[in-house]
T-cell receptor, first 114, second 115 residues
Framework: QQPVQSPQAVILREGEDAVINCSSSKALYSVHWYRQKHGEAPVFLMILLKGGEQKGHDKISASFNEKKQQSSLYLTASQLSYSGTYFCGTEANAGGTSYGKLTFGQGTILTVHP | DTGVSQNPRHKITKRGQNVTFRCDPI?????LYWYRQTLGQGPEFLTYFQNEAQLEKSRLLSDRFSAERPKGSFSTLEIQRTEQGDSAMYLC?????????????FGSGTRLTVV
């Protein structure tokens, strides 16, 4: 079943912060985050493995609450280059074996204005 | 490594024709995935290979779709008797479980238009 992302769209001015949420009904092994710009392929941002870790990548960070099967992506001090559609991809916890197959959310459109 | 390469970038075909797409993954990646993406939606899983073995195929995929990965290198996705509903972007991605970077590297995709 597809994870649910919220909000569906966000409009920001440069320098503002945003949070994008991803929620799954399944037990998860990992959560991936990708950014896709119009007409381009999705680009990997980061992966969070079960264990409730939080990771950072420049001014973009993410958390993963394994018990709630939720992940959040935090974008701080947004830049124009952050504009795009953000997807979470969830990998189900297949009892210790996983093919790495991801199920993607419907996406969150982020627009950053000057 | 130049990343994941997909060919062709665009394909326009008449309904009922067969089409074949090619994906060349990152050479050290043993996992290869095919996804389909339509406008405004996230990528939808089609099939997965580990080396040359096709380990999973989406139940949504009809018998008109077939994929191969001979010798665990490049992969092909064939759609027979295309229908207008097959129009979409077909994405290939590769990954590895080596080290700590499990993320997908996507190719630029093949945009299929069935007229």
């Amino acid at each position: 079943q597809q994870p649910v992302q919220s909000p569906q769209a966000v409009i920001l001015r440069e320098g503002e912060d945003a949070v994008i949420n991803c929620s799954s009904s399944k037990a998860l092994y990992s959560v991936h985050w990708y950014r896709q710009k119009h007409g381009e392929a999705p680009v990997f941002l980061m992966i969070l493995l079960k264990g409730g870790e939080q990771k950072g990548h420049d001014k973009i960070s993410a958390s993963f609450n394994e018990k709630k099967q939720q992940s959040s992506l935090y974008l701080t001090a947004s830049q124009l280059s952050y504009s795009g559609t953000y997807f979470c991809g969830t990998e189900a916890n297949a009892g210790g074996t996983s093919y790495g197959k991801l199920t993607f959310g419907q996406g969150t459109i982020l627009t950053v204005h000057p | 490594d130049t990343g994941v390469s997909q060919n062709p970038r665009h394909k326009i075909t008449k309904r009922g024709q067969n089409v074949t797409f090619r994906c060349d993954p990152i050479s050290e990646h043993n996992r290869l995935y095919w996804y389909r993406q339509t406008l405004g939606q996230g990528p939808e899983f089609l099939t997965y290979f580990q080396n040359e073995a096709q380990l999973e195929k989406s139940r949504l995929l009809s018998d008109r779709f077939s994929a191969e990965r001979p010798k665990g290198s490049f992969s092909t996705l064939e759609i027979q008797r295309t229908e207008q509903g097959d129009s979409a972007m077909y994405l290939c991605a590769s990954s590895t479980r080596q080290g700590t970077n499990y993320g997908y590297t996507f190719g630029s995709g093949t945009r299929l238009t069935v007229v």
